[in-house]
T-cell receptor
Framework: SQQGEEDPQALSIQEGENATMNCSYK?????LQWYRQNSGRGLVHLILIRSNEREKHSGRLRVTLDTSKKSSSLLITASRAADTASYFCATDADRGSTLGRLYFGRGTQLTVWP | DAGVIQSPRHEVTEMGQEVTLRCKPI?????LFWYRQTMMRGLELLIYFNNNVPIDDSGMPEDRFSAKMPNASFSTLKIQPSEPRDSAVYFCASSLNEKLFFGSGTQLSVL
């Protein structure tokens, strides 16, 4: 299966600390995306990194991609209680098309304590 | 823009009843996706449309599930007859490029 897998399943930290979540996938991709889901809500897109990119930043988010290891990491710096949510990675299939089926992992549940 | 709008927000029904979930995508988006989320199976893609045409329905669990997109601003997912194992949160998402915008979901409980 192309489905990404996040690690760890759950992460609990204090406000101000950094949170790192990892994602591994199985086949070649065009891009990898990270989404956040607050309890009882839909997923919200955070960041997209393309297969020819190695690192991308957006505010307190830093995403890396290692296509040789088929893995990605999401780093949230200086975490806040409001960052408490589930975080999912999503990969496409490298079929030469720009949009199609996205495969989501099971997610990492991040809890940030005040 | 109001984002992707799904209705109802919650649905409780009895086994054997027909259930219809509704979705209004973001105006101008030409892709629409139906996902199902459960603790056991995570987030599963059921079907997706491009310009109102179903492209991939391989994720639809069985013939009890059907989806339509009669126009660019409306889609339905129907389950007939419903079963307890259909209980889940059903999400609709729309897209213009690789980035997906999700609705708030419909929490379906089949008793």
């Amino acid at each position: 299966s192309q489905q990404g897998e996040e690690d760890p399943q759950a992460l609990s930290i204090q406000e101000g600390e950094n949170a790192t979540m990892n994602c591994s996938y199985k086949t070649s991709i065009n891009n990898l995306q990270w989404y956040r889901q607050n309890s009882g809500r839909g997923l919200v897109h955070l960041i997209l990194i393309r297969s020819n990119e190695r690192e991308k930043h957006s505010g307190r988010l830093r995403v890396t991609l290692d296509t040789s290891k088929k893995s990605s990491s999401l780093l949230i710096t200086a975490s806040r209680a409001a960052d408490t949510a589930s975080y999912f990675c999503a990969t496409d299939a490298d079929r030469g098309s720009t949009l199609g089926r996205l495969y989501f992992g099971r997610g990492t549940q991040l809890t940030v304590w005040p | 823009d109001a984002g992707v709008i799904q209705s109802p927000r919650h649905e409780v029904t009895e086994m054997g009843q027909e259930v219809t979930l509704r979705c209004k995508p973001i105006s101008g988006h030409d892709y629409l996706f139906w996902y199902r989320q459960t603790m056991m199976r995570g987030l599963e893609l059921l079907i997706y449309f491009n310009n109102n045409v179903p492209i991939d329905d391989s994720g639809m669990p069985e013939d009890r599930f059907s989806a339509k997109m009669p126009n660019a601003s409306f889609s339905t997912l129907k389950i007939q007859p419903s079963e307890p194992r259909d209980s889940a949160v059903y999400f609709c998402a729309s897209s213009l490029n690789e980035k997906l915008f999700f609705g708030s979901g419909t929490q379906l409980s089949v008793l």
